[in-house]
Structures are given as C-alpha cells and as structure tokens.
C-alpha cells in the first residue's frame, strides 16, 4: 500500500532537519488516512481514527462512539420545547442522540461491564486502501497541516529557549529601514528603531543581535532582534569575560547610546578581582572586542557603588569631581567641577552627564568652581 523507504525516509528527514518529532509526522499520516477513509466510505457524524504501522505498512481503521446517558441527549423523535432549551444553563445542554457518534450507557454496559459515561468504546472497520482523488488531496492536505503545526511547535521550543541570547544569522533583505535575518528556520527581523544608526547591512551579511522576542506570525515564527538593546552589550561582554559568565563580576546598571557611547556599571563580589579589569582584558582586548562589535561605540567602563555620592563621581568619568551635594527629595545631584572639567563632565552635545543620569538614576547638575554656573542635565538636552 506504502513505499514504506520513501516514508520513513521523510520521517528522518523531517526530524533531522526540522526537529519535527517521528510521532507527530506520523500522527499526521495516521490522521489524514482516518480523513480520507470518512470522506470516502464514511457515514455522517461519524468519527473515525486510524493507526500506520511504519514497519510493516499496515493502516487499521476504528470508529470512535462516545457513552453518553440518556438524560443528556435527545432522541429521534422526542420533542424538546423551545421554552425549556432557552432556561437551560450551558452545561446542561442537551445533545441529539446520532448513532454513529453515540452509545447509550446501558448498551456500552453489555459490551464493556466498567464503561462510564464519556467514555469512547472502539470498534474496528473493514480495512480500505483505494481512495478517491479528493480524499487523497484532502489527506495531502492534512499531513501538510499537522507538519507545519509540529514545525511551529518545535521553532517556538528552539527559539523560546534562546530567547535573552545572542543569535546569528544571514541578512536576507532590507525593507523600508528594517533588516530582515534568515536564521535558518525562521525570519529574524530587526527594526530601525533597534539598530545601531550608523551601521548599513546588506544581502549576504552575517550578523549578530539579541533576542528579546518570539512571536507566532500567520507566516510563522518571527524572532525580534536588536543591537541596541542594552542587554545586547551585556551579553557582549559576558561572552568576553568568563568573570561576567561566571558571576563572580555582575553588571549593575548600563546607559547606552547605540553606536555612539556607552557608559557600564560593574561590581565584583570576589575582593581579589578587579571588576573594570576584567571587562577590559589585557592590554584593552576584551572590551576592543566589544567596540568592533558594536561599530566603534565607546565603552566607559566604572565601578558600581552602594554610596549614590560615590557611585555618580564614579559615572562622571573621565571628569574628575570636587565636591558633590545630593537632594533625596528632588533625587538630584549638583556636582562641582574645575572650570577646565566643566566641558569634559558635560561631554559633548551633553552626551556624558546624560549617560551619568541614565547609569544612575539621579538627575544630575554640573558646576564649575571658579565661575559658578550651573548646566543641569535638563537644560543641556534642550539646547541639543
């Protein structure tokens, strides 16, 4: 009935290369044989299963009926007033008793003693392997459906796994800003809105970037990516230093600019590793790795404290800070300078006290000793 070489065949090939389980591509055969026996020998109401034995080639056939009681159905010819069926609650609701769907209780009783109500007693039907044009399509139909169903289950499982990790894949096209990825066996797309501004891709290229989402699309699994997510140069770093990756130096905070600077916040909790070092490697390695990774961004690298005073000087870098007074109720910092840091501490465009803020959480002022002036992070982001 079968070239059971070329079925088996397609079960590896589908499990190997899509990760479809060997039992629901044969589920699917299983289910489209029992679709086409109905549709060309069934009778209506019918429910009908089959089973395929891949070793043999064998295909048996069964009709499902479902034990119900005789106060749950209406009988042929029993009249149920309209009145009646409108005050009956949902759960009651009764159905119309169809004897190739159906078997009354007492009667599954004299074929099986324990039978309960809801149960499914299994009768077997003549074996048929003719089938008619139609049922034959509507069961290509069905192996396509259940595979494809399978396919989606198993990408969501790959993928919803690597979901907060770094993936990689091949630049398929570019569309109106956004950058779709093959990633093999799904479309990975990045929007402009997660990219890094400076950076042009092109068809062909390999490319890097976080996963933040798996999504179910009508034409599949769509992963969400981006290179400017914060999290994408945490990931970065984690994969350059085995102390990230280990734990035993944790990155607390991360204000970033994608493309342009960023500014990274690290604590060790071993007293014997230097946490800035370890994120900057020997001779500057690490985070050189990193940078060319992320287009020539600028990465400041500071130490994490507990003291808010301290950890915003720390966040100021490379400026060096006088004296610093903290407002609890406005959440505010003003911070003095010297009149020759005052531009350093800003940064260009406003872009260090900003990515200060941004590390901190604290909105911060900076003032020059000598002249006095105060350019609070607010007023430098107007004038941008």
Do not use: C
């Not at 798996?214 to 350059?240: D, N």
Request: charged share 30%; aromatic share 6%; hydrophobic share 35%.
């Amino acid at each position: 009935m079968f070239d059971l070489k070329v079925i088996n065949s397609v079960v590896d090939q589908l499990e190997e290369e899509r990760g479809i389980p060997r039992e629901k591509t044969l589920e699917a055969i299983a289910m489209s044989l029992a679709t086409a026996y109905k549709k060309e020998y069934g009778k209506k109401g019918q429910i009908i299963r089959a089973s395929f034995d891949q070793n043999s080639g064998g295909v048996e056939f069964w009709q499902v009926k479902i034990v119900v009681d005789r106060n749950q159905v209406i009988m042929e010819g029993d009249e149920e007033p309209q009145e009646n069926l409108k005050d009956t609650h949902v759960d009651d609701i009764k159905i119309r008793f169809n004897t190739e769907q159906h078997m009354l209780l007492e009667d599954a009783k004299k074929i099986k003693r324990d039978t309960q109500i809801g149960d499914e007693l299994v009768f077997p039907l003549e074996p048929k392997a003719d089938f008619g044009r139609i049922a034959a399509q509507t069961a290509k139909q069905i192996i396509i459906q259940k595979i494809r169903e399978a396919e989606k289950v198993s990408v969501m499982g790959e993928y919803g796994a690597k979901e907060g990790e770094i993936v990689a894949g091949t630049v398929e096209r570019v569309e109106r800003g956004v950058v779709y990825i093959d990633m093999g066996r799904a479309v990975g797309v990045i929007p402009y809105e997660e990219q890094i501004p400076s950076e042009r891709w092109k068809t062909g290229d390999r490319i890097r970037a976080y996963l933040f989402a798996v999504e179910e699309s009508p034409k599949g699994i769509v992963l969400k990516l981006s290179r400017s997510h914060p999290k994408f140069l945490a990931k970065l770093f984690e994969t350059e230093a085995p102390e990230i990756a280990s734990g035993t130096v944790e990155i607390k905070a991360i204000a970033r600019e994608a493309g342009s600077r960023s500014k990274v916040a690290v604590v060790s909790h071993d007293p014997h590793i230097d946490p800035i070092g370890s994120l900057v490697g020997q001779r500057g390695v690490r985070v050189s790795t990193v940078t060319s990774e992320l287009s020539g961004e600028k990465i400041d690298i500071v130490e994490w404290n507990e003291d808010p005073a301290l950890f915003i000087e720390e966040s100021l870098s490379p400026a060096e800070v006088i004296s610093l007074e903290l407002s609890e109720k406005d959440h505010r910092a003003v911070v003095t300078v010297t009149e020759d840091e005052q531009s350093l501490a800003i940064g260009k465009g406003g872009q260090n006290v900003r990515l200060a803020a941004k590390l901190t959480g604290w909105k911060i002022d900076i003032k020059s000793a000598s002249t006095n002036e105060e350019s609070s992070e607010d007023e430098i982001e107007e004038t941008k």
